[in-house]
């Protein structure tokens, strides 16, 4: 028996031109369905309506037919199809109501009212089907971000829903915590229960699904996972050898916050033309080394020297600065002021983002929003370029983009400094690779990148 | 701890150092939310918090300072055709409003344990039925407040490296526009996975609730005491008033309402677990 079905259904955000999804139709039984495509291209909204956010939380027109577990999701409240979907959003930081993981897995049940002398048993459970029971108790502020998916999904089985839905769970996670719960999402579908999961990481999935559904441009369509092949990694051409002189150099620096040092004795040099990527856990300190390259913090240590030019940073939350009407204006922000010369449309053109150049950029993806982000500070020629987490919730294709893009800042003599979980983009692009984990800084050798 | 206990330790706090005017009893208000505070949340977690105060307070006072121009003790005058600023500037402006700011402290630190000793679920649990549903919202809410902050500090740092400088009130609209938003998005992000639980569905069950123990009857106890003494005090003229124009006078002071501050010290006694 279906665990979901959507018929002929057609959605549009409230005044949009233009259906999010369009005439959908699509069946959900047990086991792993994994949805892919583009970003932008419908992925979140569709997963959306399986718990009635869309439309009673979010508003707008539809139609067609909509069920799980047996009701009309049109005609439900997303507040009652909770009993029967468990839905775990993109940031874990997001979703959190209390203090305690134990409390936090009870939140749901005490909303469902529960028995209360049921509850902790159901929450012990579902903390060990997530793979977390030894986090009981723990406050969820010092948790990692992989520890903090895997309580919202427990929160989630917690109320023994009949679907488990996953956006995206793992876009701002490193490696291991990526790894944790998608392996803890693999388990539970093999259990029986229904799993959808929404994701770009598509080869660490793809040997459990059952499903494999592609969103593109609001359109749906299942086929069998075996037929899916992975995009083959074709090696980059060799960079030529770096003539350019150090852009910026740290000599025995360290940098931190309340005095305390998260980066220590660090001797790093970047030329012009070099690309270093950063790799290391969540916490490890490359955002903070960046920072620290940046001159936003102030050496607490050694010293920290830079050429004369314009640094261009992409922060970790880059949506965050984007506050102009348009996206072409986020880029003109950055042009007005670095004084260079150049046509806000080219940059836009390279990433593929002319059709969004008029759009509200809050009103877009969140993959479309990162790139809307790196298309507002990389305009023109800077000297020394900072990103951290450049690739977040990007799909292949503007992942592809922007190695493009960074190939030819490379080749304008821009030093580039990234800190980054994606594996593909640090063989595209990088010169040197160097791992930051718990506030040192080491070299990584090609052997150690490939296993 | 029960946050009722707590509640009405603030509140006692509160009823007092807004009650009077006399800079002693608040002093001693402020003396005993410090100490009440290092006890349960430890000195090193309310440096911050007490670096703040000192901020706020010494802006209330230079800001009364250069706006009253009122008192009998001139310390010194600027020519009165400086608009907003001319005038003489006087010692019990400067007192009156270092009492504003020992006002303001309190009042902050009264509220402190809220956020410093008490966790969302704690405040939860001790709520009215009733009042469920608004302390659950009101709870995840305020794990919003860090993120504010941290967001502050990204989005001031990245329009810093496109180019963009403070000058002038307008300008910061680059910074403040994007952080609001960011926030709103945060809130309707929150509002969205509690719907996706259930939240708002019916009446709700607790896996506990929040029961008062006899450290939690003391501190409420002593704190109900605390208002009727100082209450009667004020009544029978014990607690006299202060006023700091139109000359400095020193504050009186009596033992029944400096008793009626002391009880609440009372937490030392029953918040030092929280450490």
């Known amino acids: 028996m279906a665990r979901a079905t959507l018929d002929r259904l057609t959605y549009r955000y409230p005044g949009a031109e233009a259906s999010a999804l369009r005439e959908v139709t699509l069946r959900i039984d047990g086991g792993l369905t994994v949805v892919a495509g583009p970003s932008g291209g419908g992925k979140s909204t569709l997963l959306r309506v399986f718990n009635g956010l869309v439309p009673h939380f979010h508003g707008g027109r539809i139609s067609g037919r909509a069920e799980v577990a047996g009701r009309s999701i049109l005609d439900t409240p997303t507040r009652v199809l909770a ?191 070099e690309v270093v990527a950063l790799m290391g856990p969540n916490g490890g300190g490359k955002t903070t080394l960046l920072r620290l390259l940046a001159g936003l913090l102030p050496p607490m240590a050694g010293t920290v020297e830079r050429l004369q030019g314009r640094i261009a940073y992409l922060p970790q939350n880059p949506a965050a600065l984007l506050h102009r009407p348009t996206v072409l204006d986020e880029v003109r922000f950055t042009i007005d002021r670095s004084g260079e010369d150049e046509e806000a449309a080219a940059i836009l053109a390279e990433l593929g983002m002319l059709h969004v150049a008029r759009r509200y950029p809050r009103d877009l993806s969140s993959g479309e929003r990162q790139r809307a982000a790196v298309a507002a500070v990389l305009p023109g020629t800077p000297r020394l370029v900072l990103l951290d987490e450049p690739t977040r919730g990007m799909d292949a294709g503007a992942r592809g983009a922007l190695v493009r893009l960074i190939d030819r800042l490379r080749e304008h003599g821009a030093a580039i400094v990234i800190a980054t979980h994606d594996a593909e983009l640090r063989a595209a692009v990088a010169d040197t690779v160097l791992m930051v984990a718990a506030g040192k800084v080491s070299a990584v050798a090609d052997e150690a990148l490939h296993r | 701890m029960n946050a009722r206990a707590v509640a009405a330790w603030s509140a006692a706090c509160l009823f007092i150092v807004l009650f009077t005017t006399n800079p002693a009893y608040k002093a001693l208000v402020l003396a005993a939310a410090i100490v009440t505070l290092a006890a349960g949340a430890g000195l090193r977690r309310i440096r911050r918090l007490l670096f703040a105060i000192i901020i706020v307070a010494a802006f209330a006072a230079l800001l009364n300072f250069a706006s009253a121009h009122l008192g009998a003790t001139v310390l010194f005058s600027l020519p009165a055709s400086i608009p907003g600023l001319g005038g003489p500037f006087t010692l019990e402006a400067l007192v009156f409003g270092l009492t504003g700011g020992l006002t ?60 963009w400088r403070p000058r002038g009130p307008r300008s910061w609209a680059e910074v403040v526009v994007p952080v609001v938003l960011t926030s709103v998005e945060s809130s309707i992000q929150l509002a969205e996975s509690m719907e996706a639980r259930g939240f708002g569905s019916g009446p709700r069950t607790y896996v506990r609730r929040a029961r008062m123990r006899r450290a939690d009857w003391l501190v409420t106890l002593a704190a109900a005491a605390a208002v009727v003494l100082f209450g009667v005090s004020t009544a029978a003229g014990w607690a006299a008033p202060w006023y700091a124009y139109p000359s400095l006078v020193i504050p009186q002071v009596d033992p029944r309402p400096v008793v009626a501050c002391l009880l609440l010290c009372a937490p030392v006694l029953a918040w030092r677990a929280r450490r």
């Not at chain 1, 996670?173 to 579908?189: Q, T, W």
């Not at chain 1, 229904?194 to 359109?219: C, F, N, P, W």
């Not at chain 2, 709870?139 to 990204?154: E, K």
Request: hydrophobic share 50%.
């Open chain 1, 83 to 273: 009993r029967s979907v468990g839905f775990v959003f993109q940031d874990p930081e997001l979703q959190t109501v209390y203090a305690t993981v134990d409390r936090e897995v009870a939140f749901g049940l005490e909303n469902a009212a529960v028995a209360a002398a049921e509850i902790p048993g159901r929450v012990e459970e579902a903390l060990e089907e997530a793979g977390i029971g030894h986090l009981a108790g723990r406050p969820t502020s010092t948790l990692s971000g992989g520890e903090r998916q895997r309580v919202a999904l427990a929160s989630a089985l917690a109320m023994k829903p009949q679907l488990v839905v996953l956006d995206e769970p793992t876009s701002q996670l490193d490696p291991d915590g990526a790894a944790l719960v998608l392996s803890a999402a693999r388990r539970i579908a093999g259990q029986g229960r229904a799993v959808i999961v929404s994701e770009h990481r598509l080869h660490a999935l793809m040997g459990a699904a059952d499903q494999l559904v592609m969103v593109e441009k609001g359109a749906v369509s299942a086929t069998d996972p075996r037929g899916w092949r992975a995009p083959r990694f074709t090696p980059p051409a060799p960079h030529p050898a770096h003539a350019g002189s150090d852009v910026v150099c740290a000599s025995a620096a360290a940098a931190g916050f309340d005095g305390r040092p998260v980066i220590e004795r660090l001797d790093l040099a970047v030329r012009g033309g």
């Open chain 2, 104 to 163: 303001i402290g309190a009042a902050i630190l009264a509220a402190a344990p809220f956020s410093l000793l008490l966790s969302a679920h704690d405040v939860v649990d001790a709520l009215p039925r009733m009042l469920s549903r608004s302390g659950a919202a009101i709870a995840a809410s305020l794990n919003l407040v860090p993120a504010v902050g941290a967001t502050f500090v990204q989005v001031s740092e990245a329009q810093r490296m496109r180019g």
